[in-house]
C-alpha cells in the first residue's frame, strides 16, 4: 500500500515537470515509467488481491480518497497506456511547433487529472480532479491561439464548468443527504429511506447532467465538435481518454458504485437514462454523416460512441454491465487510432475533407490500412474490438429485457456504416487524379513517430476483439469487474 | 492444429504478398496452394476432430458442421480451383497485389465460416469475406463495378446488421453460443419470434434469395473470372451453411418458415431463368442461373423446414446441388475468361463441346450429378406434402434452367471478347470439366443415397426431357421466348435502381435537413450566457445597483439589517 503511494506520488512529480530541455525524455520516461506503475499495481491487485488505498481528511467532513479497484485500474490502464503513445505521436506533430513546454506541460497535468479520476475512491476526489482536467485542458484546446481555437475554448470552458457546477451541486447536496460516502461495488445508498427517494432522484439528474456536459449526451455535447480545432494529439487524447471518458467514466461510477445499478434501477432512473444516451447514438450518427470535415466527422462518432458506455451502464443486466466497461477501453483505442490517422493526413499531405482523401490509400498504406481498422472496429465488425463491446451490449440488452436496444445498436451500426465505409471506400478504391502536394517529407509515408502510435493502437483494436476471450484482455478484465474472479458468463 | 493450418493458411500467404521487393512473384505462386490445407483436411478429416481455440474470440471452435463436410470440400474445391487459374495467368503487376491480398483474406473467411462450430467466430469469417470479397467487386475499377460495389455494400451492410440482430437473439435464448446448443434452443421458440425473420432476410441477401437478389446480378459479373467463380460458386452458398448451423432442421417443423422458404426458393428458380434469358453478357446470364440454382436449394430447405422427417431426406439432395452448382458454375465462369471471338476452327468446335458439358450438368441432363441431384430433389418432394404441384414446377424451372444454359450457350459462341486465358489456364479449365464428368461416382461414393442408374431407362427419360425440351423450344421460339421475357421483366421495379436512389436520397436528406445544418439540439451555453452578460438591461442593472449601493444611506441601512439577522440567528441558533 505505501509503495503504491509512494510510487503514485513520484508519478505525479515527474507529470508536473516543465522541463524544456529534457522534454521528451522526461516525457517518455514518466509516461514509461507510469506504465510500469500501473503495470505493478495491476499484478498486485489481480494476481495478489491486494487493494491500494491512500485517504486522508480535508475537513468538513470531506475525506481524499485514493484507491485503485478493479474499475479504476481498467481507466488507469487505458490512460497510462495511451498517453505513452500519444506523448510519443505529440512529440513527432509538434516538432518545431512554438509553445511545445506549455503544450506538454499542461499535457502531463491532464495526465496526472486522469490518473486521479480513476483513482479517485469517493464523489468529492473525483470531483476535484474533474475540475482540475477541465481547467489544464483549456490551454491544450486553444493552443495553436488562433482566433477559431480562442472561440472553441471559450465554449469548451463554459459548458464544463457549468457541467463541474453542477457536478458539485450534486456531490454537496448528497454528502448533506447521506453523509460521506466511498465508492461500493454495490452503491450505498440503498440503506436511505424512502422518504428520501425522491430528493436522491433529483440529486441523480443533477449528477447526470453535470457529468453528461464531458460524456457529451445530446444536448449537452456542443463543445465537442467545436473543440476540434485542437492539436490532434490533442484531439485524440479529448476523445479517446481524457474529457468525454472522464464523463462516461463518472456516470458509470456514479450508476455502479454510488447509487448501485440495482437501487438506481429500482427508483426508475435508468430507463430514461437508457432514452437519452440511445438518442444521442441515432443522433451523434446522423450528425456525423453530415460532416464533411473529417476530424469533425469523427468528433460526432465519439458523440455517438461514448453513450454506447453509458447505455450499457444504464441496463439492469451483467452483459451491459461488461459491455460498457469494455467499452470504455475499446472506444479509447480505436477512437485515438481513427485521430492519429486524420493527424496524419493532414499532417504530411494537408488533408482535411473527407472529398479530398480519395485515392489516399496508394499514398499512404499504411495510414490507410489502420483507419480502415479502426473505423471497421468502430462499425462494430468483427474480428475487431467494437464489435465485443456491441455483442455484449447486446446480449446485455436482451438479458436486461429491453430488446429495443439492440435495434438501436444496429441502427447506429448501419449509420456508422454509412458514415465510414464511403471515407474507407473513396481512400482505397477511388482514384484523385492529382499530385500530392507534400508538406512534410520523410523517408517513410509520414515520419516515424506519427506512424508507431496508430500502428501500436490498431493492432491494440484489432488483438482486442481477436483474443477477446483471453483473461487479461480488456474483455477479460471487464468480465472480472462484472462477474467476479474466474467466472465464465 | 491441423484446422488451425487450414483455415488461417491463406493469412500467412497473404502475409508474404505484401512482403516488399519479391513477396508478390512468391506470394502469387504460393496463393495456388492457399487452399490445399483445407482440402486435404475436407478429405482426411472425420467429424470427430474438433479445434477449441480457447481465447481467441469468444471462445471458438473450429471442426465439421451439422453437414460434415461437404461445405468444406466444396469451397476448398472451389478456392483451389480459382487460385490457380488466377495464380496461372498472365504475368502480375502492382495492382494485383491488393487483388491477391483481398483475394486470400476472402478465403480464409469462406474456408473458416465453413469450418465454424459457433456463432462468434462464424460471423467473424463471415463478415471477413463480405467485406474482403468487397474489393474483388470493385477491382476493374469501371463506373459498372463501382456502381455494383455500392449496391453490394448497401446490402451487406444491411444483411450483417439483420444477422448480428438475429445472432445476437438466438445467442441469447441458448446456453452457450456453440451451434449445436443454438440450434436445439431455437426449436422451442414460437414461429413468430424475431430470430427467423432476421436470420432469414440477413442470410437471403446473401444467398440471393428472390426480392434480395438485385445486387447479386450486378456484383458477381463484374469481377476478375476467377474471383466471379468463387462468389458465385462458393460465397454465396455461404448463406445456407449458416441456415443449416442455426435453423432447428431435424428437430423440429416450423410450417409457416418452411412453405414461406419453399415458395420464395421456386420463386427464385422462376424468376433467375426468366431474367437471364433478357441478358447479353455471358457473365451475367451465370449470376441469374446462380439465382434460379440458388432457389433451388432454398426450396430444398424449406421441405426440410417444413417437416423434420422430411429434412432427412432434404439434406442429401441440397448437398448434391451445392456440390453440382459450385462444379460447374465455376467451370462456366472461367469458361468465359476461356472463350472468346480470338478462337477459330476445330478448336472452337472442341470449346464449345467442353462448355456444353457444365452448362448440361447444371440443367440436369442424363449421365451427369445434375441428373442425380433433381432424381433425388423430385423424391424428397414426392415424400412431402403438396406433391403434385411441387413436382410440376420443378419441371417447369428444370425446362427453364435448360432455356437459359441453350441462351448462355449461343451468347458465348457469338462473343465479341477475347480470350484472356493462357494455355495453362485453359488446361486447367478441361481438367476440372473432367472432373464434372467424374462426379456421379463421386457423389455415389460420398452419398450413398444417389445411385448410378445408368441402365435405368425411365430414369434416363427422365431427365433427359425437360432438357431437350428446354433446347428445342430456345431453338426454335428463342426470338419470341425474348420478347416474352422482355415484356415480363420491364413490369417489374428495377430494385437495384431503387436501393442506389434511395441512398442517395438519404444521404443528402439527412445531410440537408434542417435539424443537421444549424445548432439545434444543442444548448450553447457560451453564447447564451454570453448574450445575457452582455445585454443592455443586465448592464443597466447592475450599473445602477452598484450606484445605490454606492450611497451611504442605503448601505447603512443594508448593514444594519445584516447584522440584525445575524443576531436573530444566533439567538435562535442557541
Known sequence: ?489 | MIWITAVFFPLLIAAVCVLPGPGLRIGCRLMSLAALPALYLAVTGDACTVTDLENFLLKSSLGFGPSGNTFLLITSLIWFTSGLFWALGPRKTARSRSFCVMFLLTMCGNIGLVTARDAVSFYTFFALMTFCSFSLIVHSGTDLARRAGRIYLIMAVLGEGLLIAGILMAVFSSPSHYFIDIASALAWLPETHPVFLTLSAGFGIKAGMVFLHFWLPLAHPVAPAPASAVLSASMIKAALVGWINFFPLGVASFDTWGIAFAALGIGGAFFGAIAGLLQKDPKIILAYSSISQMGLMIFCLGLGIMDQMLWLMAAPVIYLLVFNHALSKSALFLGTAVAGSDISGPRKKILVIMLAIPALALAGAPFSGGAQAKYLLKEAVNAGPFNQPFLSLIFMSSILTALLMAHFMRQIITTKKKSQATFSQTMLWVILIIAILGLPWVFHELYRESRIMWTDSSFLLSAAWPVLTGIVLYLLFGRKIEKLTNIIMRSLPDMALIIDKTWYHLNSRITQHGLMETGWGQMNFARFTERIVQSQSVRKISRDLELRMSNWSIFGMLFMSLIIIFALLVLWGT
Request: proline share 4%; with cysteine; aromatic share 12%.
Open chain 1, 1 to 489: 500500500m505505501l509503495s503504491s503511494s509512494f510510487f503514485t506520488g513520484l508519478i505525479m512529480f515527474f507529470l508536473k515537470e516543465q522541463n524544456t530541455r529534457l522534454r521528451t525524455a522526461l516525457n517518455l520516461v514518466g509516461a514509461v515509467f507510469k506504465v510500469v506503475a500501473v503495470h505493478y499495481m495491476a499484478y498486485r491487485l489481480l494476481v495478489l488481491d491486494h487493494i491500494h488505498q491512500v485517504s486522508f481528511s480535508m475537513g468538513l467532513g470531506f475525506d481524499f480518497v485514493l484507491r485503485v479497484d478493479f474499475l479504476s485500474l481498467m481507466f488507469l490502464a487505458l490512460s497510462s497506456n495511451l498517453w505513452l503513445v500519444t506523448t510519443l505521436y505529440a512529440v513527432g506533430y509538434l516538432e518545431g511547433s512554438p509553445n511545445r513546454s506549455r503544450f506538454f506541460g499542461f499535457f502531463s497535468l491532464c495526465v496526472t487529472a486522469c490518473t486521479g479520476i480513476a483513482m479517485a475512491g469517493n464523489l468529492i476526489t473525483f470531483f476535484i480532479f474533474y475540475e482540475f482536467l477541465t481547467l489544464v485542458t483549456y490551454p491544450l484546446v486553444v493552443h495553436r491561439e488562433t482566433k477559431v481555437a480562442l472561440e472553441a475554448g471559450r465554449t469548451y470552458l463554459w459548458y464544463t464548468i457549468l457541467g463541474g457546477a453542477l457536478l458539485f451541486l450534486g456531490v454537496v447536496w448528497l454528502q448533506v443527504v447521506a453523509g460521506p460516502l466511498e465508492f461500493v461495488d454495490t452503491g450505498a445508498l440503498e440503506a436511505l429511506g424512502p422518504d428520501q427517494h425522491n430528493i436522491l432522484r433529483v440529486i441523480f439528474l443533477i449528477l447526470i447532467m453535470g457529468l453528461g456536459v464531458k460524456a457529451a449526451l445530446v444536448p449537452l455535447h456542443g463543445w465537442l465538435p467545436v473543440a476540434m480545432v485542437a492539436p490532434a494529439p490533442v484531439s485524440a487524447l479529448l476523445h479517446a481518454v481524457a474529457v468525454v471518458k472522464a464523463g462516461a467514466f463518472g456516470i458509470v461510477r456514479v450508476i455502479f458504485d454510488v447509487f448501485g445499478r440495482d437501487f438506481a434501477g429500482f427508483l426508475g432512473l435508468l430507463s430514461p437514462l437508457a432514452v437519452a444516451a440511445s438518442v444521442t447514438i441515432i443522433y451523434g450518427s446522423l450528425r456525423a454523416l453530415s460532416q464533411n470535415d473529417l476530424k469533425k466527422r469523427l468528433a460526432y462518432s465519439t458523440v455517438s460512441q461514448i453513450s454506447y458506455i453509458t447505455l450499457g451502464a444504464a441496463v439492469i443486466a451483467s452483459f451491459s454491465t461488461v459491455g460498457a466497461i469494455v467499452h470504455l477501453v475499446h472506444q479509447g483505442i480505436m477512437k485515438i487510432t481513427l485521430f492519429f490517422c486524420a493527424g496524419n493526413f493532414a499532417e504530411t499531405l494537408g488533408l482535411h475533407d473527407i472529398r479530398d482523401l480519395k485515392g489516399v490509400g496508394r499514398r499512404m498504406p499504411l495510414t490507410a490500412i489502420m483507419f480502415t481498422v479502426a473505423a471497421l472496429g468502430m462499425i462494430g465488425i468483427p474480428p475487431m474490438a467494437g464489435f465485443v463491446s456491441k455483442w455484449y451490449l447486446g446480449l446485455g440488452s436482451l438479458d436486461g429485457g429491453s430488446g429495443w436496444i439492440v435495434g438501436v445498436l444496429v441502427i447506429s451500426s448501419l449509420l456508422n456504416a454509412a458514415y465510414f465505409l464511403p471515407v474507407v471506400n473513396s481512400i482505397w478504391f477511388e482514384s484523385s487524379g492529382r499530385e500530392w502536394k507534400t508538406i512534410r517529407s520523410s523517408r517513410l509515408e509520414a515520419p516515424w513517430m506519427l506512424l508507431v502510435p496508430p500502428m501500436l493502437t490498431a493492432a491494440a483494436a484489432l488483438f482486442a476483439g481477436l483474443f477477446a476471450d483471453w483473461n487479461w484482455s480488456p474483455l477479460g478484465l471487464a468480465r472480472q469487474i462484472a462477474f467476479g474472479m474466474g467466472v465464465y458468463p
